[in-house]
């Protein structure tokens, strides 16, 4: 196996237990956003997880540069504004549907980078992203109309595959810690507006206060350390199928813990999703070359 392969078999494993984290939180979201408004929660989250980055890696930000603080200050608006227009629309819809919708970021991601970077997508990619659409849908949905709430999680989605993109296009390797950092204090940023003219309001108890420090810090900076460092070695569109197992992990997480019983739609759904991740990961090795949107381009 070869350095640079090597690299992007690291960087897959990484991004998969980046979403066995996120997996893993959606219960506690669920329970501290039932006694805390949700911008506030977000605007806590992002503005702890910014403080510690930036308290961690202060250095590799001022060896950023002015062009990649900007670019990833703008990775970090688009990231914040997806992140409140999934939950103001979770608030409007059931999670599984939200769910569903928040995952079409695997069908937008090839479609923007596409449309953006002129990238052409092997076939094996589109049957990967059809794939990984079915099996979201089958982890889901149990029937959906579309209303208010869908169309803001689906704008957020789009909103999660163009930070996809921009972040493969301008993730550097050995400038993820500095990045991250960048990204973060822009996602507190656009979170903390959210949250005027009163501000944020505190975490309620001791338990909401603990949730919330590991969604800021695990799940939080060291998710957005993790997928910035790994899209600096995988193309944007397979990082996207990788990134599709979250809603795996937490049909998973639920079924452990007891707040769901598992059904043939959740192994269907999630066989689908794995099978689309063997094509993207395995597939292209076996060919001896990556798609050709592995090329990345200097925008």
Known sequence: MTHSRRLAALA???????????????????????????????????????????????????????????????????????QLLQTWGLALIAPSVSGFA??????????????????RMAGV??????LSAGGL???????????????LTLAAAALYALHIVGLGQWSRQG????????????????????TAPHGP?????????????YMALVAGAGAMLMQTWAQSHLPATRAAIVMTTEPVFAAMFAVLLGSDVLTWRML???GLILAAMYLVELMPRRGGELPAEAVHHEV
């Open 268 to 270: 269907l759904g999630g």
């Open 175 to 194: 400038e993820a810690f500095g990045l991250s950092a960048v990204q973060m204090v822009a996602i507190a940023v656009v979170c903390l507006l959210a």
């Open 125 to 130: 990619v589109w049957l990967a992203v059809l």
């Open 12 to 82: 897959t494993l990484g991004l998969l237990a980046m979403t066995a984290v996120w997996g893993s939180t959606f219960v506690l979201i669920k329970d501290v956003v039932a006694r805390m408004p949700v911008a506030d929660f977000l605007a806590v989250r992002f503005a702890i997880a910014a403080l510690a980055m930036l308290a961690l890696f202060a250095r590799p930000v001022l060896r950023l540069g002015r062009r990649q603080i900007l670019r990833g200050l703008l990775l970090g608006v688009v990231y914040g504004v997806g």
């Open 137 to 151: 849908a089958l982890l889901s949905l149990n029937g959906v109309s579309v209303d208010l709430g869908v169309w």
């Open 102 to 119: 928040t995952g079409m970021y695997v069908v937008f991601t090839p479609i923007l980078a596409m449309l953006l970077l002129r990238q």
């Open 201 to 213: 309001v505190l975490p309620p108890d001791r338990s909401a206060w603990l949730a919330v420090l």
